[in-house]
């Protein structure tokens, strides 16, 4: 199961990556105005994607919260991928806490094992989902988002590796 998903992260990380760097190369905010519109009218490109992936990012910190109080002898290995987070959250301009103690309203597995299972499973799915994105944004978004995507891919291995020694 860990070589399927690693080959699986691999095979996403890969695929972002490239796409972040065609991304890139094939423009966006050229700043000559051509973009059809008052500068006022028009939102700016991404602005809805950076603003969905506070969003993502914020929830996933928030389940990260979650675990970690439903499951404290997690903490050490939990505990740097959640910074990771909130380094994504601010990254993508939003404002993550510094932590989140106490109850959360996001449901947590009762066992170690399957609360990091599941939260390597929202990894996977948003590292999935911003590799998808990632196609349709501005350059120096799409860089941010494939790396994040990356780091993502990242924690799913890391945590589901935890998941087969808890």
Do not use: W
Not at 9 to 20: C, I, Y
Not at 138 to 158: C, T
Request: proline fraction near 6%; include cysteine.
């Amino acid at each position: 199961m860990i070589a399927e998903v690693a080959r699986l992260s691999r095979r996403s990380v890969v695929g972002a990556v490239a796409v972040g760097a065609v991304a890139g190369c094939a423009g966006g905010g050229g700043g000559d105005g051509s973009g059809g519109g008052p500068a006022g009218a028009v939102a700016r490109p991404g602005a809805a994607e950076q603003a969905g992936a506070v969003r993502d990012s914020m929830a996933l910190l928030r389940a990260y919260d979650a675990t970690l109080a439903a499951h404290p002898a997690l903490a050490g290995r939990l505990a740097p991928l959640r910074a990771e987070v909130a380094r994504h959250v601010r990254a993508f301009g939003g404002q993550a806490p510094a932590s989140s103690p106490g109850r959360t309203a996001h449901p947590v597995p009762a066992g170690p094992a399957a609360a990091l299972a599941a939260l390597a499973a929202m990894e996977r799915t948003l590292a999935d989902r911003r590799a998808v994105a990632l196609l349709a944004v501005p350059g120096e978004l799409a860089r941010l988002m494939a790396s994040v995507a990356a780091a993502g891919a990242g924690h799913v291995v890391l945590l589901n590796t935890g998941a087969k020694k808890a």
